[in-house]
Each structure stands twice: as structure tokens, then as C-alpha cells.
């Protein structure tokens, strides 16, 4: 059965098996940040204490699936999207969330019509890093002292681009693109969270 106790105990070995500079002490700042028990959104997917931690693991599972059945009809992908690259770019592309949320008491209707109190979470980015989401993920491990490939690094930071292109700049459309090209590593880490969301955690 999958519980907060064994995600994190399968998300540090599986972080610790990469053998990556820096990874013990990037788990050490995730526990400081409250990565662990952080919730992966205030109303959708997974929105309670260990929601983070287990979206992230899903993120991982979903892309080592699309890897195994991807190699199968294109073989020459293989040596592009090593097992320990994939470990690191899905494990951590979101831990630009570990200190926005802030747990308090909301309200809601219920079916009869009455109105309830319940536990739940919302955010504060003053109170956190404001340095935005998969730019921020690659900024924080980095400053962790993580050692990151350039492809691990792209995949981290473009996972979301697909969502906030259509407001941004014709620098930022082209290095996404680029991106997407340079490695095969950035699409799949893409797919692999909209998977994990609207799969996954449905
Ligand atoms: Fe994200
Ligand atoms: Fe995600």
C-alpha cells in the first residue's frame, strides 16, 4: 500500500541511487522546505499533506513507462534518457512547490445546501522564493550544490511549458522549442506530468 512513509522512503533511495553530487544534501533542504508534506495543489490534484511528494513519484513511474514502450519502436532514444537523468527531472521538477502552500481552515457548500469548514491549504508567494515554477525547481537544487546535465536541466525547467506559452515572449517560445529538440529528456518529462495529472491522479 502506498503511504507518505514508504514514497519518501522510495523517493530518497531512488534519489540516492543516481550516486549525483549533492543529493544528500538536496534531500536535507527538501525536508527543511517542506517538500515532504507539502500538498501538490490547493483544489486539484492530490491537495493534501504528502500530495507533492506522491505526484512527483507518479511523474517518475508514468515516465520510465513511456520510456520502456517509446524504445520499443524508436531504439536510438535509449542512450538520450539515461535512468538516473529521468530519477532526477521528474523527482525534483517540482520542488519549486515546497514553500508556497500554508495550511488553513476554508469553507465549502455541501450537497444540502449548507455551508462547512474543513482543513485545507492555500498559498503564499510572498512568504516563498517568488523566482517562478520549473526556472525555480532548477535554481533551488542548483543552489542545493546538485550536480545537473544540461538536459537535466531544460527538462526541469521547460516541464510546464506547454500551459504558459501562449502569453510569453518569441526568446522564450524559440529556447523552448530548441529545447525540445536538443533532448529527448524534455518532452518526456512534459508528458510524463500531464500524464501523472490528468491519468494518474484523475
Ligand atoms: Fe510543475
Ligand atoms: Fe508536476
Redesign the pocket.
Known amino acids: 500500500m502506498t503511504t507518505p512513509e514508504n514514497n519518501k522512503e522510495r523517493f530518497i533511495s531512488l534519489l540516492k541511487g543516481t550516486g549525483r553530487q549533492g543529493v544528500n544534501n538536496v534531500i536535507a533542504m527538501l525536508e527543511k522546505e517542506g517538500f515532504f508534506t507539502a500538498p501538490a495543489s490547493t483544489k486539484f490534484h492530490l491537495n493534501s499533506e504528502g500530495g507533492l511528494l506522491e ?1 512527483s513519484l507518479n ?1 517518475y513511474d508514468a515516465a520510465m513507462m513511456l520510456k520502456a514502450d517509446m524504445v520499443k519502436v524508436n531504439p536510438a532514444i535509449e542512450k538520450d534518457l539515461p535512468d538516473d537523468s529521468i530519477v532526477l527531472s521528474t523527482l525534483l ?2 520542488v519549486c512547490k515546497s514553500d508556497i502552500y500554508f495550511k488553513t481552515t476554508l469553507s465549502r457548500k455541501k450537497p444540502d445546501g449548507y455551508w462547512e469548514k474543513y482543513e485545507g491549504y492555500q498559498t503564499d508567494y510572498k512568504k516563498a522564493f517568488p523566482m517562478g515554477h520549473g526556472e525555480k525547481s532548477v535554481i533551488m537544487v542548483l543552489s542545493w550544490g546538485l550536480s545537473l546535465t544540461k538536459e537535466e536541466m531544460l527538462s526541469i525547467r521547460w ?1 510546464m511549458a506547454p500551459w504558459d506559452m501562449p502569453t510569453q515572449s518569441g526568446e522564450h517560445k524559440e529556447s523552448f522549442n530548441a529545447a525540445k529538440e536538443l533532448t529527448p529528456l524534455c518532452p518526456l518529462v512534459q508528458i510524463a ?1 500531464q500524464i ?2 490528468a491519468l494518474i491522479e484523475r
Open positions: 505526484h511523474v521538477h517540482d516541464h506530468d501523472a495529472t
